[in-house]
């Protein structure tokens, strides 16, 4: 088998798509879907099938997923036979190759078979490539929802936690993200004036209302549904800030909102500071010099990489931008073009 390869990370709220053309270093084509998969699942396969001919089809397929904790499925084995079902409808005359948290690909048949193998495996994905260029790395992967922390020594993906749940318990997971995140998940209490006030348990703001009213992200890469359904603009994030404390722009003024947002900001990346500490006591002397960082919050990873003393490498100088926005998808196209002998060019790539 060669040719090009399409790599897929299907999560519950985005999807995700790399084609790779399967000549060694050229830097993948990449596509972001967002879609709220939990609101109409039937969906999926029509909107597998548009982002491939968007890119270009590909005879290879490479697939990763996290969609499988999406709320419309009672189980994660219902949510991977789903998603595994919806590639079948939507391609009918291609074998897709499922990556697992061990690090190998399983045919649909027999991901199905061991659900727990293929669930949110796309850390794996991702680590598996950063070690290629980066042997020794704590990998910091900051997207729209969560926030990977993998260590990552002598070329070995040395992650603790495989399951979602033994990660989040042990620092590699930590669900925070630049976009998605609700603010009533990031603070307790914001500054108002000259002193503390309590937020409201309300989704009434999100994490990127925050990062575009200080002018981090732009209209474009708001790439989620605001909370209240309106518009994407500075002014308009502005707004579901200031309600956070049940408050309006002529209640507290821009500077009010700004107090807010940077308090935000400064708490949300405390918490991968956290993580990154809680990864780095496990690591002890292991700990590597350098910090590999990938995804939409690539800012915010270079914050907490560098208040833990690592030195910030940014891992769009390998893939491209838009391939380390979407590292896993990337990883699995380049992984599954290495495994069928026409990609072996790009891991000899070195910083």
Known sequence: MSGPVLGWDVGGANVKVAWVSGVGAAEPRVLEVPFALWRDPQRLPQVLSQAAHSLGLAPSMAVTMTAELADCFATKREGVAFVL???????P?????????????????????APDQVAAANWRASAALVARTFPNALFVDVGSTTTDLIPILSGRVAALGHTDTARLRHGELVYTGVLRTPVSAIVRSVPVGAARCRVAAEHFAISADVYRWLERIGDDEYSCEPPDGRGRSRIEAGARLARMVCADFETIGADGVTAIAE???????????CGLRQVMRRLGSDVPAVAALAGQGTFLARQAAEACGFEPRDLAGELGAAASRAAPAAAVAYLLAERTGSGSQFFGRRS
């Open 85 to 91: 079902d919806a590639f079948r409808t939507a391609f």
């Open 93 to 113: 005359e291609v074998d897709p190759q499922i990556y697992g948290v061990d690090g190998e690909f399983r045919s649909v048949q027999a991901a199905k078979q």
């Open 263 to 273: 308090e935000v900001a400064r708490r949300q990346t405390r918490q991968i500071v």
